[in-house]
T-cell receptor, first 113, second 113 residues
Framework: NAGVTQTPKFRILKIGQSMTLQCTQDMNHNYMYWYRQDPGMGLKLIYYSVGAGITDKGEVPNGYNVSRSTTEDFPLRLELAAPSQTSVYFCASSYYRDQETQYFGPGTRLLVL | ELKVEQNPLFLSMQEGKNYTIYCNYSTTSDRLYWYRQDPGKSLESLFV???NGAVKQEGRLMASLDTKARLSTLHITAAVHDLSATYFC?????????????WGAGTKLIIKP
């Protein structure tokens, strides 16, 4: 049982490049989330999904896209990278939406230059 | 503007001492979560507080929630070095906001031998 896994662990992008951050969970969780964590700040929700085929915007969705074709996978797409997207990205999952602990992946550190 | 404020943001203390971290929030909520993050690592759930007056304890950590005061506390008793980490609180906005979590900036705790 690997829990929540993320790839890559670290990536450097040039301005305007695109990339996909991968997230997979093997706990059969319905809900999945993408957060970003800027230095010295709390997490901010980018997008979340309540199940395969259903996604919704969080607090800071601009510049990102997501899809959820399976229960296990929830990739995050950056289309035109900008320096403001330099951050650490965490994927999380939970079985229920409320009153439920979220389980976090190890994070992806992204640097946009 | 919704705010979740933690204080202190940084705390250095000696082993064996007691201390309290405070989490104030500006919106109505009766659900709050505490997480721990070790340097360069992911987030780990500590406590889920689901009602006014809720108190949870695990080892040397005890968390409480006062929804009327919009305040949660994380109390550390007889601190040990292994508790050195960054501690985050997160406030659940409830069903009307799709249970989105608003996170505090974190309290970095260093415990010296």
């Amino acid at each position: 049982n690997a829990g929540v896994t993320q790839t890559p662990k670290f990536r450097i992008l040039k301005i305007g490049q695109s990339m996909t951050l991968q997230c997979t969970q093997d706990m059969n969780h319905n809900y999945m989330y993408w957060y970003r964590q800027d230095p010295g700040m709390g997490l901010k929700l980018i997008y979340y999904s309540v199940g395969a085929g259903i996604t919704d915007k969080g607090e800071v969705p601009n510049g990102y896209n997501v899809s959820r074709s399976t229960t296990e996978d929830f990739p995050l797409r950056l289309e035109l990278a900008a320096p403001s997207q330099t951050s650490v990205y965490f994927c999380a999952s939970s079985y229920y939406r409320d009153q439920e602990t979220q389980y976090f992946g190890p994070g992806t550190r992204l640097l946009v230059l | 503007e919704l705010k979740v404020e933690q204080n202190p943001l940084f705390l250095s203390m000696q082993e064996g001492k007691n201390y309290t971290i405070y989490c104030n929030y500006s919106t109505t909520s009766d659900r709050l979560y505490w997480y721990r993050q070790d340097p360069g690592k992911s987030l780990e759930s500590l406590f889920v507080l689901l009602s006014n007056g809720a108190v949870k304890q695990e080892g040397r950590l005890m968390a409480s929630l006062d929804t009327k005061a919009r305040l949660s506390t994380l109390h550390i008793t007889a601190a040990v070095h292994d508790l050195s980490a960054t501690y985050f609180c997160a406030v659940d906005l409830g069903r009307d906001s799709n249970y989105q979590l608003i996170w505090g900036a974190g309290t970095k705790l260093i415990i010296k031998p």
